[in-house]
């Protein structure tokens, strides 16, 4: 089942979120996508089945700290998508992205690619239509406390989301930054 961009893969989830069961695919774990914290306290007491991932925008200008440390605390993998800031990114051009991407001998796609590789309980979800590019955004590097510091700071002065919620015609989805 695909509700704009909130996915729910569970009738136990659906009866939570007062969804119709009819349609939809019932697997053994669930995964939800663009669920906030206040999204996740209606529907964590109403469930048996904690969602085993949170699929959820995550890059230097969308650090959303609060929700992956409310997910990392309950056992919810998080999955960075657009990680890159998506197309046309201006991460990609970032003063202090390329700054650490030359330190590393890397590409500023590597080092946002492991921004999120490097944080415990994330997975990173990547995007390219290019070979040599999927290829060469598997390299991650280990990232210094400092440098990964610089990067989530990005966030104080450069917020913005590629997916704003309010396209999915479900409001805010309960993030504070889309009230
Ligand atoms: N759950 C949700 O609501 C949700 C919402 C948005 C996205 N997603 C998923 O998240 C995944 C990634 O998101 P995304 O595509 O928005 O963003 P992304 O992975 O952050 O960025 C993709 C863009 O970066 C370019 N790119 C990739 N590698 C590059 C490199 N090494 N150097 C320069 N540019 C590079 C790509 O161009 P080329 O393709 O031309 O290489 C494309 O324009 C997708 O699978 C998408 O379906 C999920």
Redesign the pocket.
Known sequence: MHVA???VFSSDLAKAFNFSTQNLQTNTYARV??FSINFLERLLPKVEVVPAVN???L?PSCTQEELVEYCRKRGIVI?A?????????PL?KHEVVNKIAEAHKV????V?ISLQANKPGVSV??????HS??A??ATIVDLTEEEVQQLQDIDKKEHFR??HPNWTGWGSLGFPDCE
């Open positions: 961009r909130l996915r996508s663009n699929q959820i925008e890059h999955t998508y657009s990680p890159l800031g998506s197309n046309d990114s990609l590409s500023p796609a590597n946002l979800l990547s995007k390219s239509v290019t590019r999927i060469a955004n590629v997916c």
